[in-house]
Every structure is written in C-alpha cells, then in structure tokens.
C-alpha cells in the first residue's frame, strides 16, 4: 500500500483536513458569539456536525440519496482525491468561504452583544 501513495500529497491531506476542522471551529466561534450560555452553542455546533457527517453517509450507503453528500462539509474533504493529486479548487473555495462567512458573522454580532458585568 506504500508504493501506491503519493507523500508528496499528504501536506495537501492535512491542509484540506485542517480547512474542515476551522469550518467546524469557525461555526462554533459563531454559535458562541451568539448565546450566553454555554448548551446552546455547543448543541448548534453538535447539531451541524453530526448532521453534515450523517448527511455524507446516508449519501454514501444510499444511491438514491447521493445528493445528499452536497449538503456536507465532510464530502468537501475528499481524501482519496487529494491523496491521487486531484484536488478540486471549488472545494477549498466552498470551505474557507464557510470559515470566513463565520467568522464575518462572529465579528458583526460579538461587539453588539450587552455583555454583563462581573459579578
């Protein structure tokens, strides 16, 4: 199986799964900047994992659900395709797009907040 990869793709692995990581990091950053408590961010962020990754499997066990790997974040990181050098540039596109529009929506929504005093 050695001869067979490429490790000259794999920084390009790890890059593509470190953009999936910040998407999912990214999200939460969001989630968190928009309640005051801690549940709601993390059932959001949960809730968009979870759900992307099911959304990629049901796509990949069922043929007639295939449309449904568009929806997740986690078809974007296509690692055999990376690892044969075949990187789509949509794809990195779709996921720092993601990462920025949260982040974006971060930034709007944090210094608007009525943060309370210490107590």
Request: charge should be negative; charged fraction near 10%; proline fraction near 5%.
């Amino acid at each position: 199986m050695l001869p067979e990869l490429s490790l000259g793709n794999l920084p390009l692995l790890w890059l593509v799964g470190w953009l999936l990581f910040m998407c999912f990091l990214a999200i939460g950053f969001a989630a968190s900047v928009s309640f005051d408590r801690l549940a709601p961010a993390l059932g959001i962020t949960l809730t968009i994992v979870l759900v992307s990754y099911l959304l990629e499997v049901i796509g990949s066990l069922w043929p007639d659900a295939a449309w449904l790997q568009d929806y997740s974040l986690f078809h974007y990181m296509a690692a055999k395709e990376v690892l044969d050098g075949r990187i789509a540039a949509g794809d990195l596109a779709l996921l720092v797009m993601v990462i920025a529009s949260a982040v974006a929506y971060a930034w709007v929504v944090f210094p608007r907040r009525d943060l309370a005093a210490p107590s």
